[in-house]
């Protein structure tokens, strides 16, 4: 509308006199164009033929897929602006120029990063690359890339530890796990750790077979209790007679060390249900947590087909059995499922209540946990907050069946619920008459 008629109404291009001036020949589309006389969709549909071809200047036939699905994105102007600027869509103007065929083991060559992450999902969630788990997969490429520059005795041993030993493990849970997972940090912090011990004891003079239980402790003592996954390490090298049988201490278990007060459990709980400011997906999350106590592991993992309606309920399958949702609650599920995925250029996240930014995937863990908390959602008080309300309600085997919950889990949140703090607050009492802290409330 680039006037108005006599009337007051806005009127378009073609009314006001101007039939020509606002209407694409090449789709015939009526608004505002982009270049050299046409509409941002037709003028996108060239430029990825252009950005994307291969060494005949035409788009791979492998391709074809990725353009196709960036041709239909429903922003045109926003993927044009995105070949022109991003790191992304350069690496994939790259790749296509090169005149290969694309595949896990040639972004396996690239250097591990977010830029290759992403061009890799693109390619998955486009169908061009076969879908792999991706958390474990990536830890070859990035395992190379830590060794370059080590010892090669130290390379010698952590490759079969990481890929005989780690990686086969990890694998064979991840295919029976009933919820995907991410372990690939968990992983790396255990290869960390083996490496630092190896520097540790090359910095010493110290030899891997000929470590003793009192080197491991000292060496212990200097770091933080991430270093008690050395065990892993150690206890593959001891079945492989590389070192004697030593011992690494178990962590004792903690009390929850921060849990949000209940009425200020509430109130977060009522804001999430009823504040229209707060963005969608935050009420949804927020309330999942603050009302069923669920990680934010398992709230991003969620999709539209865990919800489930039934005889005029809404129910939310997360263990064996699915759990009915306050009214309140499946209302925000409801409008989160029916969202749909921003795809500026891909559908990014297509497919997950709480997407990403990375195609096919859903909300990154830091990402996810600090969006709570810039809306005053602090996850994990607010977890154990909701845990202690649950399991003084419900027996462990319940908690555990609807929550999905491992068993053991559920029976030490019951202990930590049913704990008496009589000692804890007189001692906390006492303290504060000798003026050490002041009571609390």
Known sequence: MIARGDDGEAICGPCAGLPGAYTCPGCGTGGRLYADGRCPRCVLKVRLEQHLGGPDGHVPNQLRPLADALAEADDARGVLCWLKRSPNAHLLAELAAAGRTISHELLDELPPGRYEHYVRQALVHTGVLPERHEDLDRIPAWLDTLLAERPAQHARLVRP?????????????????????????????????????LTWLDEHGLALATLTQADLDRWLVTGNTRTYTIRYFLGWAADRGLTPRLTVPAIPRQDPASILAEDDRWDQLHRCLT??????????????????????????????????????GTYLTLGRHPLLVPPKLATLLGDLAATPANR????????????????????????????????????????????????????????????????????????????????????????????????SE
Not at 162 to 187: D, E, M, T, Y
Not at 356 to 369: L, Y
Request: proline letters at 7%.
């Open 161 to 197: 530890y990481v890929h005989w030993f780690l990686l086969k493990q990890a694998r064979r849970r991840a295919s029976h796990r009933l919820h995907p997972a991410r372990s690939g940090s968990f992983l790396r912090t255990r290869i960390r750790i083996a490496l630092e011990l």
């Open 275 to 312: 504040d229209t400011d707060l963005p969608l997906d935050v009420r949804a999350a927020g309330a999942l947590l603050l009302l069923f106590g669920l990680p934010t592991s398992r709230i991003r993992m969620l999709r539209p087909e865990h919800l489930h309606d039934r005889d005029g």
């Open 344 to 439: 500026t250029r891909l559908a990014a996240g297509a497919g997950w209540l709480f997407p990403g930014r990375v195609p096919g995937q859903p909300a990154g863990p830091s990402g996810f946990s600090r969006k709570l908390l810039d809306h005053g959602i602090d996850a994990r008080p607010a977890r154990n907050a909701a845990l202690i309300a649950l399991v003084e309600d419900l027996p462990a085997p319940i908690l555990a069946d609807v929550l999905g919950m491992h068993i053991n889990t559920a029976v030490r949140w019951t202990q930590v619920a049913r704990r008496d703090w009589t000692e804890y607050l007189i001692a906390r009492e006492e303290d504060a008459k000798r003026g050490n802290t002041a009571p």
